[in-house]
C-alpha cells in the first residue's frame, strides 16, 4: 500500500479536505502497515548472520587466511606460510568477550589498550579446546588452541591491540 495522505483542505473549517473518519481512517491503515513491516525485522541476528556478515566483509592479505565455515559457527584469521604478522584490535562497547584460534603454534602479544575497561587472557589448549585457564601477555599458544580476550568494566567504548609476536 502507498501511504495514504489526509487531505487538510485549503483552509481551516472550510469543508473541502477529508473528514474526522476518513482521516483516521488512513492514520490506522499507515500505522498498520507501519507495524507490519517493523514485525519482519528480528530483535537480534542469529550468530551465522553475523558470522556471514563479518566473514564477507574481510578481505585476505599476503600471508593471511581467512575460512568462515559452512555451518556458520566460526570465522578463522590465521597467518599461513609460518611466522606471519597477524594484529587484532577487538573493540568493545559493552563487557564482553572475543576468541583468537592459532591454526600454528603463535605467541600473542598486548601492544595497548585504549578506551576504558580492563582486559583479561585465557587460553586452552589443542586437546581441551573448550577448557580454559587464565594467562597474561605474551600467551603462547599450541597450533590448535585458543586464546580468549574478556573486556570488562567497559565505559563506552575499550580496544584491544594484538599483535603475533612469535
Same mark, same amino acid.
Given at each position: 500500500?502507498?501511504?495514504?495522505?489526509?487531505?487538510?483542505?485549503?483552509?481551516?473549517?472550510?469543508?473541502?479536505?477529508?473528514?474526522?473518519?476518513?482521516?483516521?481512517?488512513?492514520?490506522?491503515?499507515?500505522?498498520?502497515?507501519?507495524?507490519?513491516?517493523?514485525?519482519?525485522?528480528?530483535?537480534?541476528?542469529?550468530?551465522?548472520?553475523?558470522?556471514?556478515?563479518?566473514?564477507?566483509?574481510?578481505?585476505?592479505?599476503? %600471508?593471511?587466511?581467512?575460512?568462515?565455515?559452512?555451518?556458520?559457527? #566460526? *570465522? @578463522?584469521?590465521?597467518? /599461513?606460510? +609460518?611466522? !606471519? =604478522?597477524?594484529?587484532?584490535?577487538?573493540?568493545?562497547?559493552?563487557? %564482553?568477550?572475543?576468541?583468537?584460534?592459532?591454526?600454528?603454534?603463535? #605467541? *600473542? @602479544?598486548?601492544?595497548? /589498550?585504549? +578506551?576504558? !575497561? =580492563?582486559?583479561?587472557?585465557?587460553?586452552?589448549?589443542?586437546?581441551?579446546?573448550?577448557?580454559?585457564?587464565?594467562?597474561?601477555?605474551?600467551? #603462547?599458544?599450541?597450533?590448535?588452541?585458543?586464546?580468549?580476550?574478556?573486556?570488562?568494566?567497559?565505559?563506552?567504548?575499550?580496544?584491544?591491540?594484538?599483535?603475533?609476536?612469535?
Amino acid at each position: 500500500m502507498a501511504q495514504q495522505t489526509i487531505n487538510l483542505g485549503a483552509g481551516p473549517n472550510d469543508n473541502t479536505g477529508d473528514d474526522l473518519r476518513t482521516g483516521g481512517d488512513k492514520i490506522n491503515d499507515n500505522f498498520t502497515e507501519l507495524y507490519a513491516e517493523v514485525a519482519t525485522i528480528p530483535d537480534a541476528y542469529t550468530d551465522e548472520q553475523v558470522r556471514d556478515v563479518i566473514g564477507t566483509a574481510l578481505i585476505e592479505g599476503s %600471508g593471511i587466511e581467512i575460512t568462515v565455515n559452512d555451518g556458520g559457527d #566460526t *570465522i @578463522t584469521i590465521s597467518a /599461513t606460510g +609460518g611466522g !606471519g =604478522s597477524l594484529e587484532w584490535v577487538p573493540n568493545f562497547t559493552a563487557d %564482553g568477550e572475543v576468541r583468537i584460534y592459532a591454526s600454528e603454534a603463535m #605467541t *600473542i @602479544t598486548q601492544q595497548g /589498550t585504549s +578506551g576504558t !575497561g =580492563s582486559v583479561a587472557y585465557e587460553k586452552s589448549t589443542a586437546a581441551a579446546p573448550a577448557t580454559f585457564s587464565g594467562t597474561s601477555s605474551p600467551a #603462547t599458544l599450541e597450533a590448535g588452541a585458543w586464546l580468549k580476550v574478556t573486556a570488562s568494566a567497559v565505559a563506552t567504548l575499550f580496544a584491544v591491540a594484538l599483535k603475533r609476536t612469535a
